[in-house]
T-cell receptor, first 114, second 113 residues
Framework: AQSVTQLGSHVSVSEGALVLLRCNYS??????LFWYVQYPNQGLQLLLK??????LVKGINGFEAEFKKSETSFHLTKPSAHMSDAAEYFC????????????FGTGTRLTIIP | DAGVIQSPRHEVTEMGQEVTLRCKPI?????LFWYRQTMMRGLELLIYFNNNVPIDDSGMPEDRFSAKMPNASFSTLKIQPSEPRDSAVYFCASSFTSEGTQYFGPGTRLLVL
C-alpha cells in the first residue's frame, strides 16, 4: 500500500520569502511522486514529477522538489514566493508513473502575505 | 489541445434523482480516471479505465455509482439514486501510458439537496 503525508494543512509565507511544503511518502515499491497545484474552483495542474531519474526535479512557476529516499521525503520549495502562488498544493504517489491510481495527500493551503 | 472536458460544471439535484457526469479525455490518451474531492475525505480515486476497460473500481462507494467508457473519447459517471452525502467535486483525468502524467479536467461540482 502507498500513502502520502503532508505536514501542515496551512502554510503562510511573506511575499519574497522561501516556500517549503513538506511531503513524506510510504511505498513498498520504488515510487513515482508528484506535486499538483489547485487554484480556487479549478482542476489540478501538475507542477512536477519524480520518476527515478534526477533526484532534484524542477517544475513550472519556479518550483522544485528533491527526492530523498533515506528520509522518504519529497518536499516542494520555491526560493521566492509570489502572490500568484496562493493555492492548494497536493503531493501524490503512484507505483506506475501515473498510469495507475494516484494516492493524494490531504493538501496544504499556501497563503502569501503581502 | 482543449484539455480534459467535463460537463456539467455545476449540478444541483434533489435526493433520489439520477445524476450523470460526463468526461471527454484528451485526444490520444488511453487511461481515464474519476476522482472525488470532499472536505472530509480529500481526493480519492473512484475508478480508472485503460483502453476503455475498467481496471480498478475498488474506490466506487457503492452500487449506486456506475461508470462507463463506451469509446476512447467519452466516459460517464452515474449516481442513481443520489444522496446528500454524494455532494462533492468530481474530477476526471486522463493520461497516455508511455508518458504517465494525469491531466485533470475542471471538475463537476455536485450538490444533492
Amino acid at each position: 500500500a502507498q500513502s502520502v503525508t503532508q505536514l501542515g494543512s496551512h502554510v503562510s509565507v511573506s511575499e519574497g520569502a522561501l516556500v517549503l511544503l513538506r511531503c513524506n511518502y510510504s511505498s513498498s515499491v520504488p515510487p513515482y511522486l508528484f506535486w499538483y497545484v489547485q487554484y480556487p474552483n479549478q482542476g489540478l495542474q501538475l507542477l512536477l514529477k519524480y520518476t527515478s531519474a534526477a533526484t532534484l526535479v524542477k517544475g513550472i512557476n519556479g518550483f522544485e522538489a528533491e527526492f530523498k529516499k533515506s528520509e522518504t521525503s519529497f518536499h516542494l520549495t520555491k526560493p521566492s514566493a509570489h502572490m500568484s502562488d496562493a493555492a492548494e498544493y497536493f503531493c501524490a504517489v503512484s507505483s506506475a508513473g501515473g498510469n495507475e491510481k494516484l494516492t493524494f495527500g490531504t493538501g496544504t493551503r499556501l497563503t502569501i502575505i503581502p | 489541445d482543449a484539455g480534459v472536458i467535463q460537463s456539467p460544471r455545476h449540478e444541483v439535484t434533489e435526493m433520489g434523482q439520477e445524476v450523470t457526469l460526463r468526461c471527454k479525455p484528451i485526444s490520444g490518451h488511453n487511461s481515464l480516471f474519476w476522482y472525488r474531492q470532499t472536505m472530509m475525505r480529500g481526493l480519492e480515486l473512484l475508478i480508472y479505465f485503460n483502453n476503455n476497460v475498467p481496471i480498478d473500481d475498488s474506490g466506487m462507494p457503492e452500487d449506486r455509482f456506475s461508470a462507463k467508457m463506451p469509446n476512447a473519447s467519452f466516459s460517464t459517471l452515474k449516481i442513481q439514486p443520489s444522496e446528500p452525502r454524494d455532494s462533492a467535486v468530481y474530477f476526471c483525468a486522463s493520461s497516455f501510458t508511455s508518458e504517465g502524467t494525469q491531466y485533470f479536467g475542471p471538475g463537476t461540482r455536485l450538490l444533492v439537496l
